[in-house]
Every structure is written in structure tokens, then in C-alpha cells.
């Protein structure tokens, strides 16, 4: 018997219908990204005259883009403080940790469902893990 039938077999004689898991958890972004092979360093060197943009700008600032779009029309204190924070955020990891805050902030002056609904417009920057699994290849290449 392969060994995903096995792992399959003893999930549903626990009570499980299938194998995918029911939570999902956002981790944080590692706090350096991987260094570049010496290929792709070869041939970037070769390359310098050509501007272009870095991903992980781009990136940086549409998640900045959607924190602060998280906290549109709350015009406390709070949300104006936690908006200049996110705007001016330095790293995804530094906007992964304010997660919280925008939650507690929204859920405080709204609802913990509101809260949730405008979390999940953020947590899509992040990689994610089933919560309990070890990571597979497709979350270990956005972490």
C-alpha cells in the first residue's frame, strides 16, 4: 500500500472525509530572500544597463496598498496612526507583523467579521502552510 493510501486510510478511520486540511495559516516572510546563483548573478552583472524594477517593490508596496485600503472608513486615531505605520512599512515581515493591529483595530470600531473579511485582503501576501503539515514545495518557493 502506497504510503499517501496509508496516510489517506488513517485520516478517515479518525473521522477526517478527506486529506486536505481545515485551517490555513499565514506565516511570516522570511527576513532575507535567497541569494541569487551565481548564474543568474553572472547574468544580471552582464546585464546592468537594462532598468527594471525589483519584484519584491512591487510587491511591497500593493500589500502596503491593500493595508491601508483595510482601514478605509475608519477615522479614528488608532487607524490613522496603524495607516502611516503600514504606509511607511519597510518589509513585508515589518507589515506581517502589524496584521494584528489592523484586526484588533477594525474589529474594535466594526465587527471580528469585518475584521476577518478585510485580513484576508492582506494574509494573500503572505505565504501560507496548511496549520500542522509540513510545508510543500509551492509554500517553501513564496517563503
Not at 24 to 45: C, F, K
Not at 108 to 119: N, P, V, Y
Request: proline share 7%; charged share 25%.
Amino acid at each position: 500500500m502506497s504510503s499517501s493510501r496509508l496516510i489517506r486510510r488513517l485520516l478517515q478511520g479518525r473521522g477526517h472525509s478527506s486529506a486536505l486540511p481545515s485551517r490555513i495559516d499565514v506565516q511570516p516572510p522570511a527576513p532575507w530572500h535567497a541569494p541569487d546563483s551565481v548564474w543568474r548573478s553572472v547574468w544580471n552583472w552582464l546585464h546592468h544597463d537594462k532598468p527594471s524594477s525589483p519584484k519584491s517593490l512591487r510587491t511591497l508596496d500593493l500589500a502596503r496598498d491593500d493595508f491601508c485600503s483595510a482601514l478605509e472608513g475608519l477615522p479614528f486615531d488608532d487607524a490613522m496612526d496603524l495607516r502611516q505605520r503600514g504606509a511607511h512599512a519597510r518589509s513585508l515581515r515589518e507589515l506581517w507583523h502589524l496584521r494584528a493591529d489592523l484586526y484588533n483595530v477594525v474589529a474594535r470600531h466594526r465587527s471580528q467579521s469585518e475584521a476577518d473579511r478585510r485580513l484576508q485582503a492582506i494574509n494573500r501576501h503572505f505565504p501560507r502552510r496548511a496549520s500542522g503539515n509540513t510545508p510543500t514545495s509551492q509554500d517553501l518557493r513564496h517563503g
